[in-house]
């Protein structure tokens, strides 16, 4: 890299790479029809365009993803478009120029950039977010570093994620804490039942309500506000996991008023994978311990939570890109697509012989993420079934109260995949 070439590219870093062009993942001439659409749809309704098969080809245009199979396990994690790749592939050579000077002296100045466009995302404050690998990473640091004593309450479900009902169960084992589990109906129309399903389990010893806010097993979203607002009013703390929400459906935090949050952004965010964040209530900071302990392990400044080391700045350089990505498309345009792309496929296979849906169709309660069971035949065989016959990729789930294939479409799944995906689900549902 040129000399000049390089001040270029230390600038840019203060501003993420600066603002995210069309041309950078579109051909030029695609870029520049593409413009002039977004131009065109700007002051359309977003229920609208979800419908709009012409618009969202351009989307799908900006992926790199196989044309020989279809991939509708997205809610595991997602690909990125080809200018988050780009932009990470670029920062990892940049680092490698000289690594100790690349890294510590520029690199490392830039995350203060991603922290502020996430913060305004999220509607919090930046110096209410640290960056982190994922979800999983994000809330073990929460449940691992609140004082909690012996006979403390937590109130969680069977349907929470494996890794953060593991990480209670070690506080259960170590503090002698007390873990009141609920069970909750899949699906469910009635989101007033689960709030008080929640709120008649709260007593005086209730320390903290820990709320999945999109069950990744079905897709099903939790009612976090109402919850969290009756935990508040009786002096309860609100964790809330977003691993399935955060650039999916749109809100922001400062609306939902929990008081942890953790979100992956390699799922419908579209960054880098390995790339998350942690929220923290700027009151509840100095409480809160780190996971990996700095000099001051009571200070009330986020990046506390940061101490990791030697870590992958490319990966979190790149989440610039990938916030630019998202906010072209829009979070309500995107969230109306995805709501409409689930809905299109189950309407078809919701009267399938023998089928279940456990995901609901209320806007409220679900967006992209459907899962659907076939009587008397085994989820894992329907997943194998789709895939070997169809080319068609999900995810079996079997867990609790749950037992099904479970369907992510994302903004670059068109809907000539949907209809082979139905075609598939008919045949199984006919075997």
Same mark, same amino acid.
């Given at each position: 890299?040129?000399?000049?070439?390089?001040?270029?590219?230390?600038?840019?870093?203060?501003?993420?790479?600066?603002?995210?062009?069309?041309?950078?993942?579109?051909?030029?001439?695609?870029? @520049?029809?593409?413009?002039?659409?977004?131009?065109?749809? $700007?002051?359309?309704?977003?229920?609208?365009? @979800?419908?709009?098969?012409?618009?969202?080809?351009?989307?799908?245009?900006?992926?790199?993803?196989?044309?020989?199979?279809?991939?509708?396990?997205?809610?595991?994690? =997602?690909?990125?478009?080809? =200018?988050?790749?780009?932009?990470?592939?670029?920062?990892?050579?940049?680092?490698?120029?000289?690594?100790?000077?690349?890294?510590?002296?520029?690199? /490392?100045?830039?995350?203060?950039?991603?922290?502020?466009?996430?913060?305004?995302?999220?509607?919090?404050?930046? #110096?209410?977010?640290?960056?982190?690998?994922?979800?999983? +990473?994000?809330?073990?640091?929460?449940?691992?570093?609140?004082?909690?004593?012996?006979?403390?309450?937590?109130?969680?479900?069977?349907?929470?994620?494996?890794?953060?009902?593991?990480?209670? *169960?070690?506080?259960?084992?170590?503090?002698?804490?007390?873990? *009141?589990?609920?069970?909750?109906?899949?699906?469910?129309?009635?989101?007033?039942?689960?709030?008080?399903?929640?709120?008649?389990?709260?007593?005086?010893?209730?320390?903290?309500?820990?709320?999945?806010?999109? &069950?990744?097993?079905?897709?099903?979203?939790?009612?976090?506000?109402?919850?969290?607002?009756?935990?508040?009013?009786?002096? &309860?703390?609100?964790?809330?996991?977003?691993?399935?929400?955060?650039?999916?459906?749109?809100?922001?935090?400062? %609306?939902?008023?929990?008081?942890?949050?953790?979100?992956?952004?390699?799922?419908?965010?579209?960054?880098?994978? #390995?790339? #998350?964040?942690?929220?923290? *209530?700027?009151?509840?900071?100095? !409480?809160?311990?780190?996971?990996?302990?700095?000099?001051?392990?009571?200070?009330? +400044?986020?990046?506390?939570?940061?101490?990791?080391?030697?870590?992958?700045?490319?990966?979190?350089? !790149?989440?610039?890109?990938?916030?630019?990505?998202? $906010?072209?498309?829009?979070?309500?345009?995107?969230? +109306?697509?995805?709501?409409?792309?689930?809905?299109?496929?189950?309407?078809?296979?919701? %009267?399938? @012989?023998?089928?279940?849906?456990?995901?609901?169709?209320?806007?409220?309660?679900?967006?992209?993420?459907?899962? &659907?069971?076939?009587?008397?035949?085994?989820?894992?065989?329907? @997943?194998? /079934?789709?895939? /070997?016959?169809?080319? &068609?990729?999900?995810?079996?789930?079997?867990?609790?109260?749950?037992?099904?294939?479970?369907?992510?479409?994302?903004?670059?799944? !068109?809907?000539?995949?949907? %209809?082979?995906?139905? /075609?598939?689900?008919?045949?199984?549902?006919? !075997?």
């Amino acid at each position: 890299m040129v000399a000049g070439s390089r001040r270029k590219f230390i600038r840019q870093i203060g501003g993420i790479a600066g603002t995210l062009s069309l041309g950078a993942f579109l051909e030029p001439a695609f870029a @520049a029809g593409f413009q002039e659409r977004l131009r065109d749809v $700007e002051h359309r309704d977003s229920l609208d365009l @979800a419908k709009d098969e012409d618009f969202w080809s351009y989307i799908q245009q900006a992926f790199t993803v196989s044309p020989n199979m279809i991939n509708l396990n997205n809610g595991g994690v =997602s690909p990125q478009p080809k =200018s988050v790749q780009d932009a990470m592939i670029r920062y990892y050579q940049y680092a490698n120029e000289a690594p100790s000077y690349t890294m510590w002296r520029h690199l /490392d100045q830039g995350r203060e950039s991603v922290r502020r466009d996430l913060a305004k995302l999220a509607g919090c404050e930046p #110096g209410e977010i640290a960056i982190h690998r994922n979800t999983t +990473e994000a809330l073990a640091t929460i449940v691992l570093g609140l004082q909690l004593k012996k006979g403390d309450e937590i109130i969680l479900t069977k349907q929470d994620y494996p890794n953060m009902i593991n990480t209670w *169960k070690q506080r259960e084992a170590r503090d002698g804490i007390v873990l *009141k589990w609920l069970d909750l109906p899949m699906p469910f129309e009635d989101s007033d039942a689960i709030v008080k399903q929640f709120t008649d389990a709260f007593t005086r010893n209730t320390r903290l309500v820990h709320i999945t806010h999109m &069950i990744n097993w079905s897709g099903m979203i939790l009612p976090a506000k109402q919850i969290a607002a009756e935990a508040h009013r009786q002096g &309860i703390e609100v964790l809330l996991d977003g691993a399935h929400t955060f650039a999916h459906i749109d809100y922001n935090l400062k %609306d939902l008023d929990c008081d942890y949050f953790g979100t992956s952004l390699h799922k419908w965010m579209c960054a880098p994978f #390995g790339s #998350g964040f942690m929220f923290v *209530k700027k009151d509840k900071i100095p !409480a809160l311990y780190p996971l990996f302990p700095g000099p001051e392990p009571n200070s009330p +400044e986020i990046t506390k939570y940061e101490h990791l080391g030697t870590r992958n700045f490319p990966i979190e350089q !790149a989440i610039g890109s990938a916030i630019r990505f998202h $906010e072209m498309i829009g979070a309500k345009r995107k969230e +109306e697509r995805l709501r409409y792309l689930k809905n299109y496929w189950a309407e078809k296979a919701k %009267d399938l @012989a023998g089928a279940k849906l456990f995901t609901s169709f209320q806007p409220a309660l679900s967006c992209a993420i459907g899962t &659907i069971g076939f009587e008397g035949k085994e989820s894992g065989k329907v @997943a194998t /079934d789709l895939y /070997d016959k169809h080319k &068609i990729h999900t995810v079996s789930i079997k867990w609790e109260n749950i037992d099904g294939v479970r369907i992510t479409p994302h903004v670059y799944t !068109a809907i000539r995949d949907l %209809d082979l995906l139905v /075609d598939g689900l008919t045949g199984i549902s006919k !075997a």
